[in-house]
């Protein structure tokens, strides 16, 4: 007569596999990322074969012959399961911190640094035909300014610098690769020679490191430092512009400190990991800056603010439209916009009756210097200026 085999003894037979044994003598955190992709195929089938199971008439899966030869079968299955599949964020995070644990490395998009600190990889590359996209860019801003000043309006081009080129000391060599030329410096002259106005950022943040960073650990944006650093470098440019702007008091309230876990970490599918299990999120006590009167700091008597910030996400973090607001004393009408990328929030706003009807007086155009070696797309081809 047989008997059942136990979960005990199950559990211990499962112990004296080879795979699993080898996986249990690992060291710490790389026992744990073996244990976790030994699990993970089980796991995975369980949930599979649950989602399989689950009634989906928007992802229906079909089983006929034809559809079986022409592989629509198995493009279904797989809609069905992405749809379906349940804990499948939480498989996803698994997968991915066992990737981290392993390796101690990023991925094909994020470069791990110096002390927890983490990069864009395109930072680090090399551009195909860089010096003839950097002058194709240089000679569409310098026909947006010529046309801008005829309407009596001045463009201020502000290039936000790489992370990398900012924080060079944290990069896993302490310092760029010597086959990245210096794109930043080689635009601003561009920029000179076609008589734009601009304002380097770069020499600012790169001295204020020594007191703070200027970026945050976990994220491509200048963190709530970098963004003062570079308002008040472009406050500085702005008043040497438009003297005599209106006045306008503003104060900064900072919020209790929080987790604040970067874009960086999303694209290496982080985001939702304990810190023990990841780069550390950088914390954050989160800075908002108002209009000093309970006003929006839109200028006197109401009028629309005769500066205006056109930029991307950089525009967006770190407060930087409410420490360039503080560091003009002046009201700033912030257009920028979320993968706004080089010209994503400024063609929007030239194409708005509002720019028609109240024009500024200065139009700060603020452009993320990684998207300035890339050929131009389509849309910029075209004139920004309707």
Known sequence: MTTSQTPTSALTRARQHPTVRAALALPGPARAA???????????????????????????????????????TFKATEAHLDANLPGRAALIAAVNTSRYLTTRGGTDEVT?????????????????GE??????????????????????????????????????????????PGWRGDTYAAFQALLRERQVASVELLTPMRRATAAQP?????????????????????AQAVRALAPALPVTRFSTVRAPSQSRPGDL???????DVPDALRPPADQEAAQTTVAQGGGLGAGLLGAAPQVVLAGSSYGLRGNFHGALQQALGSAVLNVSREGADFSGSLRPYLHDPAFR???????IWE???????VALADEDRTPLLP
Request: proline share 8%; charged share 15%; no cysteine.
């Open 357 to 363: 009807d109240t024009p500024p007086r200065v139009l």
């Open 214 to 234: 200027q970026y945050y650990r976990t994220d491509t944006h200048w963190n709530q430092a970098g963004a003062q650093t570079a308002a008040a470098a472009t």
């Open 367 to 373: 452009i993320p210097e990684r998207f300035l070696p």
């Open 34 to 72: 073996a244990l976790t992709l030994l699990l993970l195929p089980a796991a995975g089938l369980i949930a599979a074969l649950t989602s399989l199971r689950t009634p989906d008439p928007h992802h229906a899966v079909p089983l006929d012959g034809p559809s079986l030869r022409s592989g629509a």
């Open 265 to 271: 970490l999303r694209l290496m599918g982080l985001q």
């Open 131 to 176: 010096a003839g996209h950097l002058r194709a860019r240089a000679d569409l801003i310098a026909a947006l300014s010529d046309s801008l000043r005829a309407r009596g309006i001045t463009l201020l081009v502000a290039v936000s610098p790489n992370k990398s080129r900012v924080q060079q000391a944290q990069l896993p060599g302490g310092r760029l």
């Open 112 to 128: 791990l640094g110096r002390g927890g600190w983490l990069f864009l990889r395109s930072e680090l590359a090399a551009t195909p």
